[in-house]
């Protein structure tokens, strides 16, 4: 079955502080891959997604995620963060089951920027 | 366009009562989702429809949960009788497609006392 894993459930930054969040899938077929960010008491924004072409995908808010096959990793990553990007991260695969395609979501990973 | 409108964005309700929460999808959009997210068990699909019609429904918990989708900018998913189990932030999503990712609305988080 497919399935998608959150190696980390929080990670604590520093401001201006380089992070990786990682996100591992299970599947041996093509698959479409997702970054969602949920701000408290809000719904899940997408950041990115990658369908196809370019391994790296480069999303809103200065996120990038880059797509590993041979790795089966979809690592969402941003060279400087901001106390603006703490929230809950999803990652996630869209993936055909028996009456089409639906996303199938990680456990989250909560971002916490410090000062 | 406003995006997926869900109401209310808050409920409480006392056991053994109806609750219905409500979503206005995006215009245009075929699919839509209904999900739960709660801390124990994160977020879980539990129904979506295609043009109107169930399509995957292995979601619902239970047969105290039902939803409906009576027309493309309309959709419905009630409780009845609620549990204090059922405490939880529901969210409507929809998409142009079932592959390319969803717009989320902001959720009606129920409190079931």
């Known amino acids: 079955a497919q399935s998608v894993t959150q190696l980390d459930s929080q990670v604590p930054v520093f401001e201006e502080a380089p992070v990786e969040l990682r996100c591992n899938y299970s599947?041996?077929?093509?698959?479409?891959l997702f970054w969602y960010v949920q701000y408290p008491n809000q719904g899940l924004q997408l950041l990115l997604k990658?369908?196809?072409?370019?391994?790296l995908v480069k999303g809103i808010n200065g996120f990038e995620a880059e797509f590993n096959k041979s790795q089966t990793s979809f690592h969402l990553r941003k060279p400087s963060v901001h106390i603006s990007d703490t929230a809950e991260y999803f990652c996630?695969?869209?993936?055909?089951?028996?009456?089409?395609?639906?996303?199938?979501f990680g456990a989250g990973t909560i971002l916490r920027v410090k000062s | 366009d406003a995006g997926v409108i869900q109401s209310p964005r808050h409920e409480v309700t006392e056991m053994g009562q109806e609750v219905t929460l409500r979503c206005k999808p995006i215009?245009?959009?075929?699919?839509l989702f209904w999900y739960r997210q709660t801390m124990m068990r994160g977020l879980e699909l539990l129904i979506y429809f295609n043009n109107n019609v169930p399509i995957d429904d292995s979601g619902m918990p239970e047969d105290r949960f039902s939803a409906k989708m009576p027309n493309a900018s309309f959709s419905t998913l009630k409780i009845q009788p609620s549990e204090p189990r059922d405490s939880a932030v529901y969210f409507c999503?929809?998409?142009?497609?079932?592959?390319?990712?969803?717009?989320f609305g902001s959720g009606t988080r129920l409190t079931v006392v």
């Open positions: 599947s041996s077929v093509s698959v479409y």
């Open positions: 999503a929809s998409s142009e497609t079932d592959n390319y990712g969803y717009t």
């Open positions: 990658y369908l196809s072409g370019s391994t």
């Open positions: 996630a695969v869209s993936k055909l089951w028996e009456y089409g395609n639906k996303l199938v």
């Open positions: 215009s245009g959009h075929d699919y």
